[in-house]
């Protein structure tokens, strides 16, 4: 059965020491069967994650929506900032976990909802985020000039 698409920030917490995994998703279901079968196969790019669900086990990981929202991007950084899931006392989601927390591409353009496009690098494995601006001077310098 084929659930509808739920948009929105979620969690990924490990029931023992409480650590946290925070991502958005325009899909938060696919995202969980993703996360699920990359921990499964010992193939997730979150090396913290993966550690601690080896040792440890599915049991003691639970995943959850937080909340359900279109503005997941925003709403997914003042999740990460308020439980301080970027430090590794408290979570996961230390570099260079994706769901990046990259805020600016590397020429200083800001990953907007607008300007972010989303891309599965299947090479290494990563969901990374495409900085439009970025990605249509690269269209423009490919154009010949006439
Ligand atoms: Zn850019």
Redesign the pocket.
């Known amino acids: 059965m084929k659930r509808k698409p739920i948009a929105g920030v979620y969690q990924i917490r490990q029931i023992s020491t409480g650590r946290l995994y925070i991502g958005g998703s325009a899909n938060i279901y696919k995202r969980f069967g993703y996360h699920k079968s990359r921990l499964r196969t010992n193939k997730h790019w979150c090396k913290p994650l993966q550690d601690a669900w080896n040792t440890k086990g599915y049991n003691d990981f639970t995943f959850m929506i937080i909340e359900e929202t279109t503005e997941y991007l925003t709403r997914e950084k003042a999740y990460i900032a308020s439980s301080k899931s970027n430090n590794p006392e408290y979570g996961f989601n230390t570099h260079p976990c994706a769901d990046s927390i990259k805020t600016h591409?590397r020429?200083?353009?800001e990953y907007t909802p607008e300007n972010t496009r989303y891309y599965y690098n299947n090479s290494n494995d990563r969901i990374q985020r495409i900085?439009r601006?970025?990605n249509n001077h690269r269209y423009k310098r490919k154009t010949p000039k006439i």
């Open positions: 591409c020429h200083g353009h900085c601006m970025c």
